[in-house]
């Protein structure tokens, strides 16, 4: 069993940047890598980004608009996403996620093994 946990989500104007931590404990954590999805309202849930453990290889989703920057610390499992110039539009919550395995399909699809519980961001112009 993973837990994950998110952190750093808030109100911030558009313009503003923001950075999202996520903290995975747990059994066997060492085989998971991570990433970050979203979910805005009424829309179904995204892949941003997923990070691998060695190598730092990306799977970008097509929320990645080049304004989001994943990045980890896997030696205390931790994974960041720094979002710069947010817009009204990146208003979502935000879920952290680990699997183990590095498949583009499979993080596209979002079929993950562990989830956290998000955490919300709101943006407003």
């Known amino acids: 069993q993973v837990q994950l946990i998110e952190s750093g989500g808030g109100s911030v104007q558009a313009g503003a940047s923001l950075r999202l931590s996520c903290l995975a404990s747990?059994?066997?954590?060492?085989?998971?890598?991570m990433g970050w999805f979203r979910q805005a309202p009424g829309q179904e849930r995204e892949l941003i980004a997923a990070?691998?453990?060695?190598?730092?290889?990306?799977i970008n989703g097509d929320s990645m608009k080049g304004r989001f920057t994943i990045s980890a610390d896997y030696r205390q499992n931790m994974v960041f996403l720094q979002m710069f110039s947010l817009k009204p539009e990146d208003t979502a919550v935000y879920y952290c996620?680990?699997?183990?395995?590095?498949?583009?399909?499979?993080?596209?699809?979002?079929?993950?093994?562990?989830w956290g519980k998000g955490t919300l961001v709101t943006v407003f112009s």
């Open positions: 990070i691998r453990r060695s190598g730092g290889n990306v």
């Open positions: 996620a680990a699997d183990q395995v590095y498949s583009t399909d499979k993080w596209v699809r979002g079929d993950m093994d562990y």
């Open positions: 747990g059994r066997a954590v060492g085989n998971y890598l």
